[in-house]
Nanobody, 123 residues
Framework: QVQLVESGGGLVQAGGSLRLSCAAS????????MGWFRQAPGKEREFVAT????????NYGDSVKGRFTISRDNARRTVYLQMNSLKPEDTAVYYC????????????????WGQGTQVTVSS
């Protein structure tokens, strides 16, 4: 069993930055790929980024490429999402998740989810 707790969300002006954190419990955290997704009101959950268990591989959704960076610190059991050049359309609840089978862009392939953290970008 893995439990995930996101933090770092908040209100920021367009063009600003935020760093989200996702703290994981469970001894097998370091074996699993991790991902970030987001969901805005009235919209489907959207893939943001994923990272391999060792941190050497990553992939991003088209809407965030070049602006967001995913990273992880396995010693701290934490995965991060550095978000730069934020836009109002980045406003959403951001979720981190664990994919036991490996990196994926698809929410259906993730096994454990956090409760989410709200990010609001004002124009």
């Amino acid at each position: 069993q893995v439990q995930l707790v996101e933090s770092g969300g908040g209100l920021v002006q367009a063009g600003g930055s935020l760093r989200l954190s996702c703290a994981a419990s469970g001894r097998t955290f370091t074996r699993y790929a991790m991902g970030w997704f987001r969901q805005a009101p009235g919209k489907e959950r959207e893939f943001v980024a994923t990272i391999s268990w060792g941190g050497g591989l990553s992939n991003y959704g088209d809407s965030v490429k070049g602006r967001f960076t995913i990273s992880r610190d396995n010693a701290r059991r934490t995965v991060y999402l550095q978000m730069n050049s934020l836009k109002p359309e980045d406003t959403a609840v951001y979720y981190c998740a664990v994919a036991v089978a490996g990196m994926s862009d698809f929410a259906s392939e993730y096994d454990y989810w956090g409760q989410g953290t709200q990010v609001t970008v004002s124009s």
